[in-house]
Structure formats: structure tokens, C-alpha cells
């Protein structure tokens, strides 16, 4: 029986499949080779934790504002709005007055958000 042109076939896959062996196959190896002939001596001072050259002092625990995680989180949300624009922009043209009245509706809630963010304040820094 003949495959159509809509069914795949398990050797299909086959280049996929070397593939994925092969990357798997070059981390395993390269993880091998370099434990096996990396050094091997152990001492206080290379056990230490080591962070930019810096001693640590304190505790890692402290805790951090929450408006730093809403400012990043923002940032986020926002860049990542951004994303839309461009594929907009390109075809504006062929997107006619349509194209431009969504555009507007969908630049309107983000202008509407960014406010309700300003408002709230959860971008002023004390």
C-alpha cells in the first residue's frame, strides 16, 4: 500500500531522530571527557564559594521589594506588547482602515493599563 501525500511514514522522522541522538550523544561524551580529565584537587579555599571576585558577606535571604517584581513583570508585559506592533507595521497597508481602527482599540487598552499602573503607583520608588 502506497503512503498518500497527507500520511507520514516513521522514516520521516529518521533525520529528526539522528539528530537528537547526536546532540544527546555530544553532551554525554563531552560531560564524560571532561570529568575524567579535569584536575581533581580539592582544598578550602577552591571549595569556597566564589562570586565575582567579591566575599560573601550576609545572608542571600533578604528580602526584596515587591515593587521590583512589578516593575520587572511590567517590563515584560509591555516589551512583549511590542511584539504585535511589528507584523502591524509591516503590513499596514494591506491591513486598510480596518486594520488601523484595531490597532487603535488595542493601543487604547494598553494607554488604559499603563495608567491603572500609574495610578496605583506601583512604579514609584521610595
Known amino acids: 500500500m502506497e503512503p498518500t501525500a497527507n500520511q507520514y511514514v516513521p522514516s520521516d522522522y529518521l533525520p529528526v531522530l539522528i539528530q537528537f541522538i547526536a546532540a ?26 566564589w562570586e565575582c571576585g567579591v566575599e560573601p558577606v550576609g545572608d542571600a535571604r533578604t ?12 517590563f515584560v508585559l509591555f516589551d512583549v506588547e511590542i511584539i504585535f506592533l511589528y ?26 493599563g499603563f495608567f491603572y499602573i500609574l495610578k496605583k503607583g506601583i512604579l514609584k520608588w521610595e
Open 63 to 74: 528580602p526584596i521589594s515587591y515593587k521590583y517584581f512589578m516593575t520587572a513583570i511590567l
Open 87 to 112: 507584523p502591524w507595521a509591516v503590513n499596514f497597508r494591506s491591513f486598510g482602515l480596518e486594520g488601523f481602527l484595531q490597532m487603535l482599540v488595542f493601543m487604547g487598552l494598553l494607554l488604559a
Open 24 to 49: 544527546l550523544g555530544f553532551v554525554v561524551v563531552t560531560l564524560l571527557v571532561t570529568h575524567l580529565i579535569g584536575p581533581k584537587r580539592r582544598s578550602k579555599v577552591k571549595d569556597h564559594a
